[in-house]
């Protein structure tokens, strides 16, 4: 199972960006996909997930900004990121998740910057 994360660059206060993070390999069942971030200093933490089911949960400092979804083609599944209304704060590296069972699973991490 590889997860391959993109999308990460320098963006302005108020800009939007979108992370992609193709995941391939065998998975024999999702529960959760999902999203965290660590920024300069801090601990990881979760931004955002979807479940099997297509909830989903966002952490309450990128609620109404922040929208995750998943796509499936072919042998392979994309989750989405799309940021909006970024916030220097949003500045931090970010992982792809997935959560099969027991296993868990991660992407080598996609750097944001917000900043003028």
């Known amino acids: 199972v590889q997860l391959q994360a993109s999308g990460g660059g320098l963006v302005q206060p108020g800009g939007s960006l979108r992370l992609s993070c193709e995941v391939s390999g065998s998975i024999f069942s999702v529960n959760l996909m999902g999203w965290y971030r660590q920024a300069p200093g801090q601990e990881r933490e979760l931004v955002t997930y979807i479940s099997s089911s297509d909830n989903t949960h966002y952490a309450p400092s990128v609620q109404g900004r922040f929208s995750i979804s998943r796509h499936k083609d072919n042998d392979k599944t994309r989750l989405l990121l799309q940021m909006d209304s970024l916030k220097p704060e949003d500045t931090a590296v970010y992982y792809c998740?997935?959560?099969?069972?027991?296993?868990?699973?991660w992407g080598q991490g996609t750097l944001v910057t917000v900043s003028s």
């Open positions: 998740n997935v959560v099969s069972g027991q296993d868990v699973y």
